[in-house]
C-alpha cells in the first residue's frame, strides 16, 4: 500500500509516517518542511497551491491513500483560513481532478464541536459550534471534504480530539506543562498556567496514527466524519497532576494564567467512538499515563 502524508513534518503527521510504516506501507511524503530522511518527498503548500498542479503531484506519485495533516492550531484568523479552508479546498479539488482517484483521510478537530453537554459523550450527529476561530476553520475544512466526497470522492474526516504523547508541541497544554516543568525545575520557579477546571478526552498521537492508517486501509468506510479520541474524560487538573508525578517536579502550580484561545468555555468534552470502532477495527490502546510519561522523556 502507498500513502501520501501531508504535512507528514508535523506532529500528527510525522506519528501517522511512522506508523504506516511500520505497518509496512510505502510512506510518500509532502509538506512545506525539508524532510531530509524522505527522498521522495514533494515540496506542498495547500494554502498556495494550484489544484491542477497538486493533483499532477498526485497523480505522478500514485497514492492508494492521502492522509492530510497539515493545518494550523493557532495565529491570526486569516492564517488559520489560509490554512485549514483554503488548504482543504486546494487538495478536494486537486483529488477530484485525478483520473484514479485516491481515497482521502482528513484530520478534522473536536474543536469542531464547541460547547458540548457535560457529562454526555459527543457523537457525530451533534451539531457542530464551534467557538473559536480555530473551530470555525476546521469546520469550514469537514464541509468541503463532505462536499467532495458527495461529488464521488472517497474521503473520510477524522475528528481528532486531544492528541497527546511523544512530540507534542507548546501549542497544547501538555506540550506547554513540559516545558514549564523543565524550566521550573532549573530555576526552582513555580508554574503559571490557565484554569484547569476543565475536562478533556486525551488520546495518544500514536492511536491518532493508527486510525489514520486504519482508515487508508479500510475495505470500505460506511461514514464520512468519524470520532477519534480515547473514550473516556480526564479532568485537566488531574492529567496535571499525573504530570507533575512523572516528572517529579515539587514545584507550585498556580492557575491564574489566560487559557488557550482555540477551545474558549468548553468546561466537558468527551468524545463517543463507536462509530470509529465499528467503521476501523480499531480502538485506542495506550492510556494517558503511557502518553505523559513517553512526552516527559521524549522531550529534551
Same mark, same amino acid.
Given at each position: ?6 504535512g507528514a513534518?508535523g506532529f ?17 511524503t ?6 531530509a530522511?524522505?527522498?521522495?518527498h514533494r ?11 497538486l493533483?499532477a503531484?498526485?497523480?505522478e506519485?500514485? +497514492?492508494?491513500?492521502?492522509v ?8 491570526p484568523?486569516?492564517a488559520?483560513?489560509a490554512a ?17 482517484? +485516491? ?10 464541536y ?7 459523550p459527543v457523537?457525530e ?10 473551530g470555525?476553520t ?8 463532505e462536499?467532495?466526497a458527495a ?22 497544554l501538555?506540550?506547554r506543562?513540559?516545558a514549564?516543568?523543565?524550566q521550573?525545575?532549573w530555576?526552582?520557579t ?6 484547569l477546571d ?6 495518544d ?7 489514520a492508517f486504519?482508515a ?5 468506510? +460506511? ?8 473514550g473516556?474524560g ?5 492529567m496535571?497532576?499525573?504530570l507533575l508525578a ?19 468555555d468548553?468546561?466537558?468534552?468527551q468524545?463517543d ?7 476501523l ?7 494517558l ?10 522531550? +529534551?
Open positions: 500500500m502507498r500513502l501520501m502524508v501531508i513534518s500528527l503527521g510525522a506519528h501517522v509516517r511512522r506508523q504506516a510504516s511500520a505497518a509496512g506501507a510505502e510512506v510518500v509532502a509538506g512545506r518542511s525539508r524532510l530522511d524522505s527522498p521522495r515540496f506542498i503548500d495547500l494554502a498556495e497551491e494550484d489544484p491542477a498542479q493533483a503531484v498526485i497523480t506519485v500514485a +497514492p492508494d491513500a492521502v492530510n495533516c497539515a493545518g494550523a492550531t493557532s495565529g484568523p486569516e488559520l483560513a485549514n479552508v483554503t488548504g482543504a479546498y486546494t487538495l478536494t479539488k486537486a483529488m477530484l481532478l485525478t483520473r484514479r482517484r +485516491p481515497r482521502l483521510v482528513h484530520l478534522g478537530s473536536a474543536a469542531e464547541g460547547r458540548a453537554e457535560p457529562g454526555v457523537t450527529q451533534v451539531t457542530p459550534r464551534p467557538g473559536a476561530i480555530y470555525v476546521k469546520l469550514a475544512g469537514t464541509r468541503l471534504v462536499l467532495a461529488a464521488g470522492l472517497d474521503a473520510v474526516v477524522l475528528r481528532v480530539f486531544n492528541p497527546v504523547g511523544p512530540g507534542a508541541q507548546q501549542a497544547s501538555p506540550g506543562l513540559i514549564e516543568l523543565r521550573a525545575s530555576q526552582g513555580d508554574v503559571r498556567l490557565g484554569s476543565a475536562v478533556r478526552d486525551f488520546v498521537v500514536r492511536d491518532v496514527a493508527d486510525a486504519a487508508a486501509a479500510a475495505a470500505a468506510l +460506511p461514514h464520512t466524519v468519524l470520532n477519534i479520541g480515547s473516556r480526564v479532568p485537566v487538573r488531574a496535571v497532576k499525573q512523572i516528572s517529579g517536579c515539587t514545584s507550585t502550580v498556580h492557575e491564574d494564567t489566560q487559557g488557550p484561545a482555540r477551545s474558549p468548553i468546561p466537558w468534552q468524545a467512538i463507536s462509530r470509529a470502532v465499528a467503521d477495527a480499531w480502538t485506542p490502546r495506550r492510556d499515563e503511557t502518553s505523559l510519561t513517553d512526552l516527559w522523556e521524549a522531550t +529534551p
